[in-house]
């Protein structure tokens, strides 16, 4: 079946630009997880979406960031103001529900600011 | 907080030599442990799991055992091949540490090259 997917597969923006990063998780799963891998600081944990539940935003970086997640499924993670900082790959992930079942990772969308 | 902590790389090992990758934790609550795979150009995937002490999980010729008492869930491979050329990420979930979620916190990755 299908897996997860994100788009754009790469985006490259200016300074100060605002961006959307989009992800399709697996149909049927309900958790959504964003994460952020840079080479500076690895794989960081972004925000987390479960259901119907109020998501969990403790590893947004800046009030710049958010993402919402709309009729359970689609997200979209959004970057404004987008700094130097910003550049690096964006991975989408999703699983069964929030436990500790497999999280099936998308392909990444690879942000440079210039 | 949680933190995971992996031996740098890269690693460079000759094909049929004897993998070991070290992984140590700290966690609040009782954390899962995972191994994930990133192959060159594709995404992050699920390489073995271990959800309680002394769990041991295996695929592929991979497995890594759930060691409380040292907090450790190092990956072993008796025989590599070339194929297992790829980065290794240790990580963990533990629901205590955050708003009820589980997600994984990752560490910074090592790079295997195997070497025909």
């Known amino acids: 079946g299908a897996g997860v997917s994100q788009s754009p597969s790469n985006k490259v923006t200016e300074k100060g630009k605002d961006v959307e990063l989009r992800c399709d998780p697996i149909?049927?799963?309900?958790?959504l997880y964003w994460y952020r891998q840079s080479l500076g600081q690895g794989l960081e944990f972004l925000i987390y979406?479960?259901?119907?539940?109020?998501?969990?935003k403790s590893g947004l970086p800046s009030d710049r960031f958010s993402a919402e997640r709309t009729g359970g499924s689609v997200s979209t993670l959004t970057i404004q103001r987008t700094q130097q900082e910003d550049s690096a790959v964006y991975l989408c992930?999703?699983?069964?529900?929030?436990?500790?079942?497999?999280?099936?990772f998308g392909p990444g969308t690879r942000l440079t600011v210039t | 907080g949680d933190s995971v902590t992996q031996m740098e790389g890269p690693v460079t090992l000759s094909e049929e030599a004897f993998l070991t990758i070290n992984c140590t934790y700290t966690a609040t609550g009782y954390p899962s442990l995972f191994w994930y795979v990133q192959y060159p150009g594709e995404g992050l995937q699920l390489l073995l799991k271990?959800?309680?002490?002394?769990d041991k999980g295996s695929n592929k010729g991979f497995e890594a055992t759930y060691r409380k008492e040292t907090t450790s869930f190092h990956l072993e491979k008796g025989s590599v091949q070339v194929s297992d050329s790829a980065v290794y990420f240790c990580a963990l979930s533990d629901a205590l540490s955050g708003a009820g979620s589980y997600q994984l916190t990752f560490g910074k990755g090592t790079k295997l090259s195997v070497i025909p």
């Open positions: 992930a999703s699983s069964w529900d929030g436990k500790d079942y497999e999280q099936y």
């Open positions: 979406f479960q259901g119907n539940s109020a998501p969990d």
């Open positions: 149909s049927g799963h309900t958790a």
């Open positions: 271990a959800t309680k002490a002394d």
